[in-house]
């Protein structure tokens, strides 16, 4: 997981009536422009209820009926996905002409960053917190054992000033 790409799918769109066998995306019923988005998979249904109830239990984000008629679709109400993806599909169907002149697009060249240059120096970083902590932990049991925790009672050095010194020498 940590060393694959990220080019999944981010949004799950599942049309029906399909066969799950024979999917082609270029023969779905369905606007064109939303057939070369990235970021989205089509997960076919054979019948409704079974696209339907994917949608109720978060499998996929809308339902799309595969139909040039009247275009028709469900989205579950407590899915953030569900609602844009809703809007990605209501714009699919907007011809790209209405957008010109009314918003200018920008792009900027960057490097992406992966999962594993985050994680990595993460891991690295709880390992070397709990090998302190556990370093600490274990020397405190061995004064215990060896009985230096109980001279310690007899000195005018606090427990605080002495785990301090023990913890950072030099102070």
Known sequence: MIFSSDTRSEYKIGVFPVQPENIIIQQLEIPEKLKTYKYIKFVPFADFEQGLDRLRHHKIDILLKNSRATPSY?????????????????????PEEVFKGKIKKEEIKGKQIRYLDWLFPGILGMNIMFSSL?????????????????????????????????????W
């Open 74 to 94: 469900w989205i579950s109400d407590t899915s953030p996905k569900g609602y844009l993806m809703e809007k990605v599909v209501k714009e699919s169907m907007i």
């Open 134 to 170: 556990f370093g600490v932990g274990y020397i405190i049991v061995r004064y215990r054992r060896s009985g230096v925790l109980k001279r310690l009672k007899a000195t005018p050095v606090t427990p605080f000033e002495y785990l301090t010194a023990n913890w950072c020498p030099g």
